[in-house]
C-alpha cells in the first residue's frame, strides 16, 4: 500500500458467528471503508473468537466466507487494506501463548464479557472462554497497532491490551505500539434493539423484530421497522427521553447520508407510521446493492479464496516479524 511506513496501523476483527446485523455493520464494517484510506489496516475474520462459543463446523466454513463476500461487497477493498482470516496466521495463537504467561487470572475473571457469556453459556464455561482477551490482545499487538476502534463493550478488552503491551515492554524492553483506542465519530457508532431500545441491537436477542440483518429482504426489513417501539408523544426528534425515536432517527441518518437535523426537519408534523415506514424503506434500498453483490462474490469462491491467501500471506509476514522479536526478547533460542 502507498505511503504505508508512515500511515499508522490500526486492527479490527469480526467473529463469523452467523447473521451480521445492522448495527454491526454501522458499528465496525461500515467505518472500516472509511479508515483503509486513512490508515494501514489488518482486517480479520475472527474465526478463534468464534469457537469460545459450540459452533458447528460446516456453518463455521459457510459463515467465514460469506461474511468475507459482505466485507468486500461493504467496500472493504482487498487492494487497500489486509483482509484475512485469523486461523490463517498461527502468530495469532503463538502469541497467545507467551502472553498468557504475564497475564493473571484475576484480570480475565473480571472482564465483563466473561461473566455475562459464562452466564449465558454455563453449559460451557470454557478457558477459551476466560482467555478471550488474550487473543484478542495478541491480534491487537502482532500488527504494532497504533489504533483499534473499539465500542462501549470493547474497551475493556483494549485496556488488558495495553496493559499486557505495557508489562511486557517494562519487563523485556520496547517491543510492541501500545495501542490506543480510535473512537468513532459516527453518531451510530451504537445502534439499539427495535423492541427495546435501552439495550444495544444483538443478533441473539429472543425476538426476531429487535435486530435487522445485512441479508434481510426488503418486506422483512420493513416489517420490522414497523414494528419498531417508538415512544409517547407523537413528536420525531432526538431527545435522551426519546430512546425508541433517537434510535431511528440515526438509523435513518446513517443509511440515508442526511444528518439528524436534517432526518428531524424532514419528518416534522409527520406521524410515527409514515416515520417508521420511511426508515424501513431507506435501510432496504440501501442494503440491496451490497446483498447483490455479495450473492455476485459468493459465486465465485475462487476469487474470496485468492483474497484469504493473499491477506493471510501480508498478515504472516507483519506478525512473524513482531512474534520474531517477541521470541528473541525472551530468550527463546534460534540458532545461526
Known amino acids: 500500500m502507498e505511503g504505508g511506513n508512515e500511515q499508522k496501523i490500526l486492527f479490527s476483527a469480526v467473529q463469523p458467528s452467523g447473521a451480521v446485523t445492522i448495527g454491526n455493520y454501522i458499528g465496525a464494517i461500515k467505518n472500516w471503508v472509511a479508515l483503509q484510506d486513512e490508515y494501514r489496516c489488518f482486517y480479520a475474520v475472527a474465526d478463534l473468537?468464534?469457537?469460545?462459543?459450540?459452533?458447528?463446523?460446516?456453518a463455521l466454513r459457510r459463515n467465514t466466507l460469506e461474511l468475507l463476500a459482505l466485507f468486500i461487497a461493504c467496500g472493504v477493498d482487498p487492494e487497500k487494506c489486509v483482509l484475512f482470516v485469523q486461523s490463517h496466521v498461527p502468530a495469532h495463537c503463538e502469541l497467545t501463548w507467551t502472553l498468557n504467561t504475564?497475564?493473571?487470572?484475576?484480570e480475565l475473571s473480571r472482564m465483563t464479557q466473561f461473566?455475562?457469556?459464562s452466564a449465558r453459556h454455563a453449559e460451557n464455561v470454557n478457558m477459551g472462554l476466560m482467555d478471550y482477551p488474550v487473543l484478542m490482545a495478541a491480534d491487537i499487538l502482532l500488527y504494532q497497532s497504533a489504533l483499534v476502534p473499539v465500542g462501549a463493550d470493547q474497551k475493556q478488552h483494549l485496556e488488558l491490551s495495553r496493559d499486557l503491551a505495557l508489562r511486557f515492554n517494562n519487563r523485556y524492553g520496547q517491543t510492541f505500539t501500545v495501542p490506543e483506542p480510535y473512537i468513532l465519530k459516527e453518531n451510530g457508532a451504537k445502534i439499539m434493539s427495535l423492541a427495546e431500545p435501552a439495550k444495544k441491537m444483538s443478533k441473539s436477542d429472543d425476538n426476531v423484530n429487535a435486530f435487522v440483518t445485512m441479508t434481510d429482504d426488503k418486506d422483512t426489513v420493513i416489517r420490522k421497522f414497523k414494528r419498531a417501539v417508538t415512544d409517547s408523544g407523537s413528536e420525531i426528534r432526538f431527545a435522551e427521553e426519546k430512546p425508541g425515536v433517537s434510535n431511528l432517527l440515526t438509523i435513518y441518518s446513517v443509511f440515508s447520508g442526511k444528518s439528524v437535523k436534517e432526518a428531524e426537519a424532514e419528518f416534522s408534523g409527520k406521524g410515527y407510521g409514515d416515520f417508521k415506514l420511511a426508515v424501513g424503506e431507506t435501510v432496504a434500498d440501501a442494503l440491496a446493492p451490497i446483498q447483490k453483490k455479495r450473492?455476485?462474490?459468493?459465486?465465485?469462491?475462487?476469487?474470496?479464496?485468492?483474497?484469504?491467501?493473499?491477506g493471510a500471506g501480508s498478515a504472516f509476514k507483519a506478525a512473524r516479524r513482531t512474534l520474531s522479536k517477541v521470541y528473541r526478547k525472551i530468550g527463546f533460542y534460534a540458532g545461526e
Request: charged share 30%; net charge neutral; aromatic share 6%.
Open 295 to 310: 450473492a455476485e462474490l459468493l459465486a465465485d469462491k475462487a476469487y474470496l479464496e485468492s483474497v484469504m491467501k493473499s
Open 102 to 106: 504475564i497475564a493473571y487470572p484475576g
Open 115 to 117: 461473566k455475562d457469556k
Open 49 to 58: 473468537h468464534a469457537i469460545t462459543v459450540r459452533q458447528e463446523p460446516s
